[in-house]
């Protein structure tokens, strides 16, 4: 009976160690998880602050995946990060260019705890 016990509190650990990604962890780039990590902390320190209405995507582009920042606060346009953590250029990634006419297949990889997807928003 206590091996059971054991081997029940030892489980609901590692269970509740596992971050809330809501794509596998294994697709989640190690300089994504520490951005998120600091993203939470912001947020458990001042939940107030912006970074509360602030959500991971990862879209397709010409074969590989990008990550955008996106947040309903904020006015900027979400700069796009390839897995290895290389931005886009500015001037590649003007709102006229190809990768924001051609990106697909939207994917939340983390949302903060106020984030809402607006409707119609891409």
Excluded at 26 to 52: C, F, G, H, Y
Excluded at 94 to 106: A, G, L, M, V
Aim: net charge negative; glycine share 2%.
């Amino acid at each position: 009976m206590k091996k059971i016990s054991l081997m029940l509190v030892l489980s609901i650990i590692f269970f509740s160690c596992e971050k809330d990604y809501l794509i596998p962890d294994k697709e989640v780039p190690e300089w994504l998880k520490t951005k998120i990590n600091q993203d939470e902390q912001i947020i458990r320190d001042s939940p107030q602050l912006m970074n509360a209405y602030g959500a991971w995507l990862r879209y397709k582009w010409q074969s590989e995946d990008y990550f955008e920042y996106h947040n309903e606060l904020s006015s900027s346009l979400p700069q796009p990060i390839s897995e290895k953590g290389d931005t886009l250029n500015f001037y590649v990634t003007d709102s006229t260019t190809d990768y924001y006419k051609e990106k697909c297949c939207k994917q939340y990889v983390w949302k903060a705890p106020e984030y809402k997807d607006l409707p119609g928003k891409k």
